[in-house]
């Protein structure tokens, strides 16, 4: 095997971005062949865009472009899409959080069942934010539409283009 071949392999294998410098098309500089490595942490098929917390790699452009949204509708839905990243965010903590107390209640000599509890609790809470922020960001985004841009939407959802 070719010695500079490890290296490649190792940086595709621990999450390295290919292309990015000089993306050209979806998947970035390679020229849009299927490595494998492209469909990193979204589970299924990601569509046009890659994968991301939105279900799009870059939600702001993808939707911009599918929906031809104007200036003002790019600058208002980029401040919709930025509050929910940050609850994101923090659900991500607050996961951390449960994954800890998790191991903490059954680290012990004994089950701990109030610390078991008291993740699960938080974990029920962080889903509950999470919920009302999107359900929030749905309908300001509805706002921000026009019938046409909003029809287009539930297809991109409808078909899963678009993951929420």
Known sequence: MYPGMMYWWKHARQGGEWGAE???GPHGGHGGWGWGWEHRGGGGDEGEFGGGWF???RP???LAYKLGLSEPQVA???KVLNELKTERAQ???DHRRTVSAFADA???DSFDQKRAAEG????????EKLRDAVVKALGRIHALLNPQQREKLAYLIRTGALGL
């Open 91 to 93: 659900a991500a903590v």
């Open 76 to 78: 208002e839905l980029a």
């Open 60 to 62: 702001l452009r993808f």
């Open 106 to 108: 059954i680290a012990g």
């Open 55 to 57: 279900g799009v790699r």
């Open 22 to 24: 000089a993306a050209c």
């Open 120 to 127: 699960a609790a938080l974990r029920t809470q962080s889903a």
